[in-house]
Structure formats: structure tokens, C-alpha cells
């Protein structure tokens, strides 16, 4: 599932008109980016959630076709934050562990490394597993610990060594059975919650990862892609 249903609003003037998925980056859409890297990772069952300015994504995307995935949609009208609208298309996500990004992010993680954890946490107790990332300059103090695998809730006083949390996850459906369909509902304190029983991996991705949360790093990501795709590389 991408998430693509924020409103964007530090983003703006930029997504008054546009959704911020659709927001070019080196040439292309910030979701392309996240198809084209799944597609190559062998991943080509999509949901999409929407609501500020969806159709625009619908009509952009398609039925996938043209990427080499097939996208189902799921419309919120009014965007239900992350828990709600991962719970409002619970239906279409399936029984198994299914993995979760951002759309507003830019990362080289490796999604082919998603099938196997994804099997991985099917077959344990936990409920979640969690890409992080080192801290940006906009998030000093990360949000989890981890250590050999496991993700922590740090205490204040080891903030420091906290790690931020990529937007890269993968949930066992069952963690959303008690929102109801609809309701709105954050996702971190169902994480937090998990956390704490001990429920929680994760992995440390040490490569490039934006959160592209501004117009200014918009634009410092669409130079950086330039730059690369110019040098000839990716």
C-alpha cells in the first residue's frame, strides 16, 4: 500500500493544486519513483489511498497497466490519518502482512527485501516490522529505538540514540481490527503500543532517504536526482 492521502499542507502553494505524490522529483512523480523501485523489487499488487485531489492521482496512475502493476484505489474522501486509512482498506489488503510506504518520501531502500520479512513476521508473534533511518536535521531526536532487531520506545534520556522511522513498515492486519472503518486514527500510538509488548522488528536502511515534506527539500531532491541521472546513474 502507498499512502497518498495527505493533505500536504507545508507543502504548499505547490499542492493547492496538485497532490503531493504527484509532485515532480528528477523528472518524475514522487509515487512513480516508489512503482518503478516495487516493480523492480517483483512487487505488483498495489493499493493506493487518496482524498485532497485523488482523482488527479487515479487519472496520473491508472490502472498501473503502464508500470507493469495493477492498482486498486482506495477513495477516504476525507484523509483518515495513516491507521485509518490503512484499516479503511483493510478489505482490500488481504490476510497476510502486508508492507506500507509513504508517498511523500524518497528512498533507495531495496523492496525486494519486503517478501521475506513479510514471511518472516507471519510466521512470529509480532505485529509489525520497521524500516528506520538515521536522524535528518528536521527530526534530531529519531522516534524508536533498535537494537538486534527489535525496536524500543527510547527513554528521554537515550533520545540520543534514537533512530527515525522511514514511513517503510509492515503490518499484520489484525494490528487495525479495533478502528473502525471510517474513523480516523494515527498510527504511532498503535506502534508505540506494540512496542511496548515486545511486538516490534525493525532493520537500520543506511542509504538515501528524504522526507519530502517542504517545497525547499522538493527542491533540493530534484537536484540531487538530476545530478545522478546525469553522472548516468539511476
Not at 70 to 99: C, K, N, Q, V
Not at 117 to 125: D, F, G, I, T, V
Request: net charge negative; aromatic share 6%.
Amino acid at each position: 500500500m502507498i499512502l497518498a492521502a495527505g493533505r500536504g499542507e507545508r507543502m504548499r502553494p505547490l499542492t493547492d493544486r496538485t497532490p503531493k505524490p504527484l509532485l515532480l522529483a528528477g523528472g518524475k512523480p514522487l509515487i512513480v519513483w516508489h512503482i518503478e523501485h516495487l516493480v523492480r523489487a517483483g512487487i505488483t499488487d498495489l493499493v493506493i489511498n487518496h482524498a485532497h485531489l485523488g482523482i488527479q492521482i487515479e487519472q496520473n496512475l491508472g490502472d498501473g497497466s503502464q508500470f507493469g502493476v495493477h492498482i486498486r484505489y482506495s477513495d477516504e474522501g476525507t484523509a483518515l490519518e495513516t491507521a485509518g486509512g490503512i484499516a479503511f482498506a483493510l478489505h482490500l489488503l488481504g490476510d497476510e502482512p502486508f508492507a506500507v510506504v509513504n508517498g511523500d518520501i524518497w528512498c533507495d531502500y531495496d523492496f525486494s527485501h519486503l517478501p521475506s520479512r513479510a514471511a518472516a513476521l507471519a510466521n512470529s508473534n509480532d505485529m509489525a516490522h520497521l524500516v528506520l533511518v538515521d536522524n535528518p536535521e528536521h527530526n534530531p531526536r529519531g522516534d524508536f529505538g533498535l537494537r538486534d532487531g527489535r525496536i524500543s520506545n527510547p527513554a528521554l534520556s537515550t533520545q540520543h540514540s534514537a533512530l527515525t522511522f522511514s514511513g517503510i513498515g509492515l503490518y499484520k492486519p489484525q494490528l487495525f481490527a479495533n478502528i473502525a472503518r471510517g474513523n480516523k486514527a494515527p498510527l504511532a500510538p498503535l506502534l508505540r503500543e506494540q512496542i511496548a509488548l515486545g511486538k516490534v522488528s525493525g532493520e537500520h536502511h543506511r542509504g538515501i532517504w528524504v522526507d519530502v515534506g517542504t517545497p525547499q527539500r522538493l527542491a533540493e531532491l530534484d537536484k540531487q536526482l538530476r545530478e545522478s541521472q546525469n553522472a548516468g546513474h539511476d
